[in-house]
């Protein structure tokens, strides 16, 4: 059992009322923090969690997978995927300053749960549709089945996005198939998934200290083997082409009720197995390019995504062309993924 003491778990960072020097002795010392929320409003907002982003599915999304073995996995499929999981870096909100070492060494001290782990065909049946059809249309995937293969990296995943403080969601994942040979299927996929940190039974709720970890967005693919019916390579990725692309989250529950967060940089967290054949190697027979499948993707998340957004310094010559008016958007984080 633990037994957790709030007044030493998060202090005051000292940088919304104080200097740099009085913030800096502050993180020498646990200090009690005001009850400038009420515990019961934050007991409440992690009872119903808050309210998530919809998706922008439209009726053309298809099932994915949901029995045992997909029929295109006869085979004997036997695929060790390695776990990589590296640091955080330095946040741009210094949640480090916000929280005593015990609480940060939450985010910093991350392992994956199981450096290698053995995929079955039942395993990555969770990646296909229920019937595989054409290149480029979209299938759901079983959200039970993928929060099994991300215990991979951590005991406590959860496809719903409850972290408080920020608006949730998008939920979901999803796959497409990207590209087909005679020989082979190249299936993509993208997950939204966050990671509860508190040391436990892993429920939000029951211990004062809530920490969760929530990765802007899985990507990643796998390569099925037609002919003998296995999966020859496997690839499960957080996104790393932004510069911040983890949100941290810690919470107090209690008499002495705070919030605090951040945003960093994790330059790798996948999950790896088999061997993906080089460019040219396979002959395709239909395909869509990474970046577009990747654009697809994320529009079912996102319907934003389908906004013709431009460069500024292209915006003003495009407005005089057509007769219309500049709208915009200035922002400090992205539109388009969990990390903000």
């Known amino acids: 059992m633990t037994v957790y003491a709030i007044s030493t778990f998060i202090q005051e960072s000292g940088r919304e009322n104080g200097s740099e020097a009085e913030a800096s002795q502050a993180d020498d010392q646990d200090t009690p923090l005001p009850a400038t929320l009420r515990s019961s409003t934050l007991d409440s907002r992690i009872a119903a969690g808050p309210i998530p982003v919809a998706l922008n599915r439209g009726p053309d999304v298809l099932e994915g997978f949901r029995g045992d073995i997909h029929p295109l996995l006869f085979g004997k499929t036997q695929l060790e995927v390695t776990a990589n999981w590296t640091p955080i870096g330095k946040g741009r909100d210094g949640l480090d300053r916000s929280v005593v070492p015990l609480v940060y060494s939450w985010f910093t001290d ?23 059809g054409e290149v480029g249309p979209v299938w759901e995937l079983d959200p039970d089945k993928i929060v099994e293969i991300l215990k991979q990296f951590h005991p406590h995943p959860s496809m719903y996005l409850i972290a408080t403080g920020r608006r949730a969601g998008p939920d979901g994942a999803f796959g497409l198939l990207r590209a087909v040979s005679d020989s082979y299927l190249d299936v993509a996929f993208r997950i939204h998934a966050e990671f509860f940190l508190t040391p436990g039974e892993g429920t939000p709720g029951t211990a004062p200290i809530n920490a969760w970890y929530s990765p802007a967005y899985f990507e990643g693919n796998m390569l099925v083997n037609q002919k003998n019916g296995t999966v020859d390579y496997f690839r499960l990725a957080l996104a790393n082409e932004k510069a911040l692309n983890v949100h941290l ?92």
């Open 110 to 132: 991350l392992r994956p749960a199981e450096p290698r782990r053995i995929y079955s065909a039942r395993d990555c049946s969770a990646f296909l549709p229920a019937k595989m």
């Open 249 to 340: 989250t810690v919470q107090a529950i209690g008499a002495f009720a705070k919030e605090a967060h951040d945003i960093v940089r994790v330059e790798r967290m996948d999950l790896v197995g088999g061997r993906m054949p080089s460019p040219g190697e396979i002959r395709w027979a239909k395909e869509m390019t990474p970046a577009a499948a990747t654009a697809k993707l994320a529009k079912i998340f996102y319907k934003s995504l389908e906004i013709n957004f431009v460069p500024g310094d292209q915006a003003l010559a495009m407005a005089r062309s057509k007769g219309r008016p500049i709208f915009a958007v200035v922002s400090w984080g992205s539109f388009d993924d969990q990390s903000c």
